[in-house]
Each structure stands twice: as C-alpha cells, then as structure tokens.
C-alpha cells in the first residue's frame, strides 16, 4: 500500500497495460537522492505528476528500466532503455535479440551491439560464445523464425571468449568490428560470367563490403530489405532486371544470377500530372486533422568542404523534380476532403532554392543560429495547395556549404530519401561536368 509503480511513454503520459514504457516508482520508501550527485539526483528525482496530495508521494524515481503491465497485473521486465536503438526506423531491446540467440543449442554467451555501416546507418552486429562451431546462416535461420527481419543481426561474429575489463564486465571496446566476409563463413569464390561481375560490383557498393565471393549470403553481408531495394535500382540502371522475392529466395550470387533477367522495355519516363487517388496512410494524414499540417516534413542537411556550384544545383534540382513527378505534388482542401493534384512542369514553381552567403559572419555561434533560424523559416514556408513541397537553402560557410533539403512527408519517406539522394549525387556530378 506504501509503494506507487507507473509506465510512461517518451511524453510521461501512461502507458496502457500491453504497451512498455519506462518504469517510475514513488512511496514512503523512496531515497532522497544520489549522494553528492545533485545533478543526478534532479534528472532522475522528479516531482510525481501524477500524485494525490498525500504525503510520501511528492517525488517519483525514473529508473531507467523499460517494462509493461501485463493483463494480469504483473510486469514484464523488457531491459534498459540506454540498451535501446533505432534499426530501420524501428526502435528496439537489444536484450530481447540476445534472449532469442541464447535458446540456440550449444551458445553460452552472446552480446548484441548496434554499430553504424559507412553509409552512418545502424547495423545488429552479435558476437557469441558457443560449444561448437555455429554459423552465421544457422542463426539467421532460427532467428528468423522467431523476430521480424530488422531484428535480425547484421552481422555473427563467433569468439572463443567474451573480452573482460577487470570488473570481470564484457569489453565492448575490445570486440572485433566485423570486416568484410568475416560473418558469412564462405569460401570465397571470384565471379565466373560478367553478370556476376556486375552482381559483385552492386554488393560491394551498397553492402560497403570490399570482398564478395559469389557463395556469401547477401543478409549474412550485412544486406537488409531496404538494401535488397537498392541492389535491384542499380541492376536496372545496367540493364537487368531482378524480382525482390528471388533475392530473398536466392541471396547468394552463384544461384541468384539464373534469376536476373536483361531489361527488354523500359518504364515511360514521360510526365504525369492531374488528379491522384490518396494512398492509405496520406488519408491517416488528413484524417488527424492537424492544426500544422503544412509544417511535417522530412529534412537532411548536407556538407561540402569545396562547396556547391550553385548553377549545376539548379539543374540537378530541376531534373530531380521533373523526374521524380510525385515531388510536384499539392493537396487542396475541399468540402469532401483533402484531394491531391500532379502538377505538370508548368504548373508552378518545382522547387524553392534560398542562397544565404555567412562568410562574413564573425563567430560560429552566430552562424548557426542564423542557419537555424533560417532553416526553421524555409521549413514553415511550405503550403500544401500551393507547392512546391521541396525547399532548400544554401548557406556558404568557411567551412564550405551547408545544404538543407526539406521535403514535406506526404511525399517522401525513408526508402523514398534514398533515392534521392542517389539520384542527386549522380545529377550533380553530371552537371558539373
């Protein structure tokens, strides 16, 4: 009767039985504090929002554990929240990936950790102690029966034991950052014929892996489905075309290039413009009924030491627009709804471009907060009637160029992102030649 549990979700509101949130305990018994740690003890000493005037109920302890109500009352223990991390846009517990690898036959100690790849995305990557020799696709394979793709590691590097400091805690530091083909456990075989050639370049590519032998499984790489989608836009722009399911089918080169198929037709590129029926999460948008609806949108700031020629960014983004005709979209408000409508390439303007030069500003803290103040007026300026849902500025710095692209997410999203961004790299480089 002394003691008060409570779940709350990241904006401390309660979270409903089923639904994990972090663990918040108040009562009587409850400590002062950190001893001589004030700045600990008021991060995770707060006032009890949720009190009911009696005494020994003021404060609340956030504990950084992560856990649910279950039907019956109980909780459920779900692991640290600092043991927590995004993979794929999919926020997860490490801890419940470690669980799973432990009930494989003959492992008897594992630790998963998220590692950035080169391209600065998170990547699983398990390292495990186990009686014999268990291999990546084995795990893969009987975790893959058990958790959702994203949750399955990246990576399954086998150690004949844990690194220790000398609390007798794992070494995370000491752990062997995996390194080409390390995962896989094929042997390596160089590509035969010149479309495994061309396989092994887009693997290499997209994977960021320097060795790929045409045995090594695409997952055990490191290859994830959004991975898979990139594969199949490369083996298109040279001349060949692959099904998503015959890569999943098929994830190494030696068997999937009997599935990989020359390009006999080619998509029309022409324009598209005039009425567009809503895709079903556009109508979960609308039927929010936000006070901002204009002001959602996706934004990524890029850098260039040597900085940007203003002219071929022009070009770059004209095609890029003209291209890609979804970005020329506009949603108009009409007595049955929000209705969407293409706009053809004369119907407006098809991106914005603001060039702001700071090279004269003298110190960095009044460049950025020129650039953040900038940056939050270009992101607020866009409308969905009017258009164009693309915005930039181009802020020229000492430090070269600052460009921000912002992009309303009715009509971007991650996959969506990264086809931009490839498509811009490879229009610039054009332009500027």
């Known amino acids: 009767p002394n003691h008060r549990v409570y779940m709350l979700d990241v904006h401390g509101h309660l979270a409903p039985v089923g639904v994990a949130g972090e663990l918040c305990v108040s009562g009587p018994g409850l400590a002062r504090g950190y001893l001589d740690r004030p700045e600990l003890t008021a991060e995770k000493f707060v006032p009890n929002p949720f009190a009911s005037g009696e005494a020994g109920y003021e404060r609340m302890y956030r504990t950084g554990d992560l856990a649910r109500w279950m039907p019956d009352g109980n909780i459920e223990y779900l692991g640290?929240?600092?043991?927590?991390?995004?993979?794929?846009?999919?926020?997860?517990?490490?801890?419940?990936?470690?669980?799973?690898?432990?009930?494989?036959?003959?492992?008897?100690?594992?630790?998963?950790?998220?590692?950035?790849?080169?391209?600065?995305?998170?990547?699983?990557?398990?390292?495990?102690?186990?009686?014999?020799?268990?291999?990546?696709?084995?795990?893969?394979?009987?975790?893959?029966?058990?958790?959702?793709?994203?949750?399955?590691?990246?990576?399954?590097?086998?150690?004949?034991?844990?690194?220790?400091?000398?609390?007798?805690?794992?070494?995370?530091?000491?752990?062997?950052?995996?390194?080409?083909s390390l995962q896989s456990g094929a042997d390596y075989v160089e590509p035969r014929t010149a479309l495994e050639q061309t396989l092994v370049s887009i693997w290499q590519g997209v994977l960021g892996t320097k060795s790929v032998g045409i045995l090594d499984n695409f997952f055990d790489l490191g290859g994830d489905s959004i991975k898979a989608i990139q594969v199949s836009s490369r083996l298109l722009q040279?001349?060949?075309?692959?099904?998503?399911?015959?890569?999943?089918?098929?994830?190494?080169?030696?068997?999937?290039?009997?599935?990989?198929?020359?390009?006999?037709?080619?998509?029309?590129?022409?324009?598209?413009?005039g009425s567009v029926k809503l895709t079903p999460i556009q109508q979960w948008f609308f039927g929010q009924a936000s006070a901002e609806?204009?002001?959602?949108?996706?934004?990524?700031?890029?850098?260039?030491?040597?900085g940007f020629d203003a002219a071929a960014l022009r070009q770059t983004m004209t095609k890029l627009t003209e291209h890609h005709d979804a970005l020329r979209m506009v949603f108009r408000q009409t007595e049955q709804g929000y209705e969407a409508w293409n706009r053809g390439l004369n119907e407006g303007e098809l991106y914005h471009l603001d060039v702001v030069d700071l090279t004269d500003m003298p110190t960095l803290a009044e460049v950025a907060a020129t650039i953040e103040t900038k940056a939050n007026a270009i992101q607020s300026s866009i409308h969905l009637d009017e258009g164009p849902l693309v915005k930039l500025g181009l802020f020229r710095c000492t430090d070269g160029d600052h460009l921000l692209i912002a992009i309303h997410h009715l009509a971007v999203d991650g996959i969506s992102w990264r086809i931009v961004f490839e498509d811009f790299a490879t229009g610039y480089e054009q332009a500027v030649r």
């Open 80 to 180: 640290r929240i600092d043991h927590q991390v995004k993979i794929r846009g999919y926020r997860i517990e490490l801890g419940e990936v470690e669980a799973q690898i432990l009930k494989v036959e003959d492992v008897q100690e594992v630790i998963v950790l998220a590692q950035a790849d080169e391209q600065g995305q998170n990547q699983l990557v398990a390292y495990y102690v186990a009686e014999r020799d268990v291999s990546a696709s084995e795990l893969r394979g009987l975790l893959g029966e058990d958790l959702p793709n994203y949750m399955v590691p990246s990576y399954f590097i086998q150690l004949e034991q844990m690194p220790l400091t000398p609390n007798g805690k794992i070494d995370r530091k000491a752990l062997p950052a995996p390194e080409g």
């Open 293 to 306: 609806p204009h002001y959602f949108n996706q934004s990524v700031m890029l850098h260039r030491a040597e």
């Open 238 to 273: 040279a001349g060949y075309k692959l099904d998503m399911k015959d890569l999943f089918q098929y994830p190494s080169i030696s068997l999937l290039s009997g599935h990989v198929q020359k390009v006999s037709r080619t998509a029309d590129q022409g324009e598209i413009s």
